[in-house]
């Protein structure tokens, strides 16, 4: 059983176009986060949400829109796909802000 | 400055040999510190927690200086199965782990 799940793992996507990423966790876990790992394979949190409420939002653009439906999802969409969005997207989650539970990662390229 | 800065290698090294990282934070309130290994093309998992005692998980020892805001990690014998990224990870406020750039390692044979 995967803990943390996104969907789908690869996108291909033309400049413009809108897309979404699914997550869902089955830890129980209450905190669920999106990073984002560009191609310097700098890790970057970009959202984190605790109990479906958002407690962190790092300056990212508001074509990012994440939407946590309850705990065990945290959902991202993302309007207006420009060429520096490409980069893995990782969603995570954690119980008492402790270890992190990635999943796989979900490869965007915007040609 | 960047909040969490690291050498990012590469290091390469033989089999059998000792390596050590090193890792910088800049925020002297910063709460915990972790190691994080990332395979080539998966997520990142967590390695071991930094304790300001030091703490040794098998092969692999973690130490703390709170006053040079310093972390490093420490492999004895290196495998082959240790090849792989090494981040540092900081939690600077509740919910907020930052992470470094990460340090490559090759071991060959």
């Known amino acids: 059983d995967t803990a943390v799940s996104q969907t789908p793992k690869y996108l291909v996507t033309q400049m413009g176009n809108d897309k979404s990423i699914k997550c869902e966790q089955n830890?129980?876990?209450?905190?669920m986060y999106w990073y984002k790992q560009d191609s310097k394979k700098f890790l970057k949190i970009m959202f984190s949400?605790?109990?479906?409420?958002?407690?962190i939002n790092e300056t990212v653009p508001n074509r990012f829109s994440p939407k946590s439906p309850d705990k065990a999802h945290l959902n991202l969409h993302i309007n207006s796909l420009e060429l520096g969005d490409s980069a893995v997207y990782f969603c995570?989650?954690?119980?008492?802000?402790?270890?992190?539970?990635f999943g796989e990662g979900s490869r965007l390229t915007v040609l | 400055r960047k909040e969490v800065e690291q050498d990012p290698g590469p290091f390469n090294v033989p089999e059998g040999a000792t390596v050590a990282f090193n890792c910088t934070y800049s925020?002297?309130?910063?709460?915990?510190f972790f190691w994080y290994r990332q395979d080539c093309r998966k997520e990142p998992k967590l390695l071991m927690s930094v304790y300001s005692s030091g703490n040794e998980d098998g092969r692999f020892t973690a130490q703390l200086n709170r006053a040079s805001q310093y972390i490093s990690l420490l492999i004895r014998d290196s495998k082959l199965s240790d090849s792989a990224t090494y981040l540092c990870v900081v939690r600077t406020s509740y919910g907020k782990l930052t992470f470094g750039q990460g340090t490559i390692l090759t071991v060959h044979p």
């Open positions: 949400y605790n109990n479906k409420e958002l407690i």
């Open positions: 995570a989650s954690s119980q008492d802000d402790f270890e992190l539970f």
């Open positions: 925020n002297s309130a910063s709460q915990s």
């Open positions: 830890l129980g876990h209450d905190t």
